[in-house]
């Protein structure tokens, strides 16, 4: 997770209300690894919440922003919501899983505007620290292995390369190695 915000930060970091826009991509990117609000909203917020309350941001902002930010993830795949709807009512884990994604990324982009609106009327504060090519595409390829996890299991159930139980032990041991 760190290697996520750390990619997240020197992508968006520099706009006004980076941090903002940091809590809604690391958590469309954690969403992808864990499936799972809660999981992101404490293992995020506890880095972020307090980082941005240091920069500057009101305290009920950056609790609101953990929490919406934290709702992404149960539409990106592994979604723990679309595997539970999946064993009630009998649908495909694989259509559930590719049938969110757009509408992950739409709310990430939902997300990242509404943080974009209130950075401009409340005057949130921009962290000064330069793009940085060279150390994005270091920080990208440290966190390519937890950014494929998605891909792999989105893959493997898609085209029928293996059940759910078996992407799920292929998922802990890829991420194990990862």
């Not at 799972?36 to 995020?44: F, G, K, N, Q």
């Amino acid at each position: 997770s760190d290697k996520i915000i750390d990619l997240a930060n020197l992508a968006v970091g520099r706009f006004r209300g980076g941090l903002a826009y940091v809590n809604c991509l690391s958590s469309m990117f954690f969403g992808g690894i864990s499936g799972s609000a809660v999981a992101d909203a404490t293992a995020l917020g506890g880095m972020l919440i307090p980082w941005q309350k240091r920069e500057g941001y009101p305290a009920g902002f950056v609790a609101a922003n953990n929490s919406a930010a934290a709702s992404i993830a149960i539409l990106i795949p592994p979604s723990i919501p679309f595997i539970l709807y999946s064993l009630v009512s009998n649908v495909s884990i694989a259509d559930l899983f590719v049938a969110g994604v757009l509408p992950g990324l739409i709310l990430t982009a939902g997300s990242t505007g509404v943080c974009n609106v209130s950075a401009r009327l409340r005057d949130f504060p921009m962290t000064k620290t330069p793009f940085d090519g060279a150390k994005c595409r270091k920080l990208f390829i440290e966190a390519l292995p937890a950014l494929l996890m998605p891909f792999m299991i989105l893959v493997l159930l898609r085209f029928g390369f293996a059940t759910p139980t078996e992407v799920s032990v292929v998922a802990v041991f890829y991420a194990v190695l990862a």
